[in-house]
């Protein structure tokens, strides 16, 4: 993970970078929760700035992520935990992009709000979104 820093240091390519991460998260086979994890805890540290489309596309990836890993999981109570701290860090994002200028972010961030509801849904955890 240590390449990513070049794509993040430079703007032009800084949006190149959080489209390529967001089509990995996608297309690859992740394996569980704990992957997912530690993919986030590298590349939040090197996140800077304001919200961009791209990096609402990449928290998005991320969601239907732990949708997927929620679809498959026989033991729900026990991703739980892991699931709410990720949450937690996305949220933060979410919110200060809800007031944006931008209609697209607002939109986007609108719309990954709503992903997170489905996916606390299949958790049986509606009440920790408030």
Do not use: C, H, W
Not at 52 to 58: A, G, N, V
Request: net charge positive.
């Amino acid at each position: 993970m240590s390449g990513v820093k070049v794509f993040i240091a430079d703007n032009l390519t800084q949006k190149r970078g959080y489209k390529l991460l967001a089509r990995i998260i996608e297309k690859y086979e992740l394996q569980s929760v704990e992957e997912l994890y530690e993919i986030r805890e590298e590349i939040t540290p090197l996140m800077r700035g304001q919200a961009t489309k791209q990096r609402l596309q990449l928290i998005k990836s991320y969601i239907d992520s732990l949708i997927r890993f929620t679809a498959q999981s026989t033991d729900k109570a026990a991703m739980l935990p892991k699931i709410s701290e990720l949450l937690r860090s996305m949220v933060i994002e979410l919110m200060t992009s809800i007031n944006n200028s931008n209609i697209k972010i607002r939109t986007l961030s609108g719309e990954i709000f709503g992903r997170i509801s489905v996916l606390l849904a299949s958790l049986d955890a509606l009440s920790q979104l408030l």
